[in-house]
């Protein structure tokens, strides 16, 4: 497909969906930013995502159970920089990342 088909297809009205998609692409990579900011780089490494789900709650997904805890312990501190951009945010969970967890497994 040439660029320029391609980028008629992208700039067409019809693609709501698509243009929807790459806003939501773009407010995680923006959130993400925001969170991985609040800590040390060290501490930032071992975060793999984040999310707001739509009951306001940030999820913040992580590499392992000893991480979960020290990002956790930052929770309130987390929560007042995601807020300034996103104040409906209610509550900051962190879980493990089962795909990170996969990946420490020995066989």
Known sequence: M????LKTILHSKGNDTLDSLLQRVKDIQRLQHIVME???????????????????KLIILCDSGSWQSKIRFSQETVLNHVRKKYPFVTFCEVKVSMKSMKKNVQP
């Not at 040439?2 to 088909?5: G, Q, T």
């Open 2 to 5: 040439s660029f320029i088909k």
């Open 38 to 56: 609040s800590f040390d780089r060290e501490t930032a490494s071992h975060i793999v995502g984040c999310n707001i789900d739509d009951g306001g």
